[in-house]
């Protein structure tokens, strides 16, 4: 059964343009909720179910997105309350500033697809690898993890493929290993806190020569890992990438989910759509439609580096001016709380869910 979404997609490149504090901010204890994906011992399952008959579950999953009976709207004219000083976290392999400029828009190794289950139902959105201790930490939205029909299940079988295209997975499957959202969106389905950040264990591959599973290492270091930016002020320039794969709402589909998409523009404040709990989100023009919920709103983004800082998640859109087309996509607005759910993400270990000879099960022992 197809879920319908209305308009559901990381460190630093130039700090020039971004408000950055000079030091984190002293935050309260964060308002977190954390859930358990998949234990190592479940990965096989896992992997199996998604690459069995040539991935064919891949293939066949339906966008996942957010359902609210009417599309959002700009409220009034604002900018949102900051909860502190801003800030911003570099990305991987950014850590020391960079000037590099470019005209170009090549597409992030980062961004890549998430597939899971609800019940009998395969679903996809969208997700990115983000800056963490030990590289291995996914951005995302929180209804790509968590059920809300299901009154805050959190969904099954969840993986993650950077750099997924026509049911390709060119650096390998990561199993989701543990969720982290903000506490009002895990217990009262908060739209405006609609964001997670998924530990993954290490990317898999399959060597069709010997016939084993291979260990490919931590998703940061085959891909990379954006930065993060939170309390910026809203109006700077963004790229949002993710995989549509929705028809519009007039039936044409214009999108497969196949290949990664990308739209640019300033974002706008704030969005409101009650239906689903949403008060303050931000709201870019742009024509993506279902299946591109968890994509990174990026800032400063490099097309040399292909790096920038994630300030925002997809979370909803749809047809504004009621013409069958797609035509706004939404964002939570990206915090000092939004910060407080990824620390608690950013130093957790995940491992190998490998065994030496090349099958599956509980290698969760750290090993550095």
């Given amino acids: 059964m197809k879920k319908r979404m209305l308009l559901p997609l990381g460190g630093a490149v130039v700090a020039a343009g971004l408000t950055a504090a000079a030091a984190v901010p002293v935050q309260a204890a964060p308002t977190t909720s954390t859930a358990k994906l998949s234990s190592a011992a479940g990965a096989a399952d896992i992997l199996t179910f998604w690459t069995e008959d040539n991935g064919a579950n891949l293939k066949a999953a339906d966008p996942y997105g957010v359902e609210h009976k009417s599309v959002p709207k700009l409220v009034s004219k ?84 950077p750099g997924y295209y026509d049911g390709k997975a ?68 963004v790229f949002v990438f993710g995989y549509p794969a929705a028809p519009h709402d007039d039936g044409d589909y214009v999108w497969s989910g196949e290949k990664l998409k990308w739209c640019y523009g300033k974002p706008f404040f704030p969005v409101a759509e009650a239906s689903v709990k949403v008060e303050e989100q931000i709201g870019l023009k742009c024509a993506m439609t279902g299946g591109s919920s968890g994509g990174p709103w990026i800032l400063k983004y490099s097309s040399a580096r292909r790096i920038g800082y994630i300030n925002g998640v997809t979370s909803l859109g749809g047809d504004t001016d009621d013409n069958g087309r797609s035509d706004l996509i939404t964002s939570p607005y990206f915090d000092g709380e939004t910060y407080g759910v990824y620390k608690a993400a950013y130093p957790l270990w995940s491992g190998s869910i490998v065994r030496k000879d090349g099958s599956l099960g509980i290698t969760e022992a750290r090993s550095e």
């Fill in 78 to 161: 604002g900018a949102p309350a900051a909860d502190g000083k801003p800030g911003v976290v570099p990305a991987i392999g950014d850590e020391k500033k960079s000037t590099a400029k470019t005209k170009n828009v090549n597409l992030p190794k980062t961004v890549g697809r998430v597939f899971f289950t609800i019940g009998n139902d395969l679903y996809s959105c969208s997700a990115s690898s983000i800056q963490s201790q030990y590289r291995n930490l996914v951005a995302t939205a929180g209804h790509c993890v968590y059920d809300l029909d299901g009154n805050g299940a959190t969904v099954k079988r969840w993986i993650f493929i």
């Fill in 170 to 237: 060119p650096w390998g499957i990561y199993v989701g290993k543990q969720a982290f959202t903000h506490y009002d969106f895990d217990v009262y389905e908060d739209g405006d806190r609609d964001y997670a950040f998924v530990t993954v264990y290490n990317g898999i591959g399959w060597d069709h020569e010997k016939k084993v599973w291979v260990d490919l290492g931590a998703l940061g270091k085959n891909v990379g890992g954006q930065g993060l930016a939170y309390n910026q002020k809203v109006g700077a320039p």
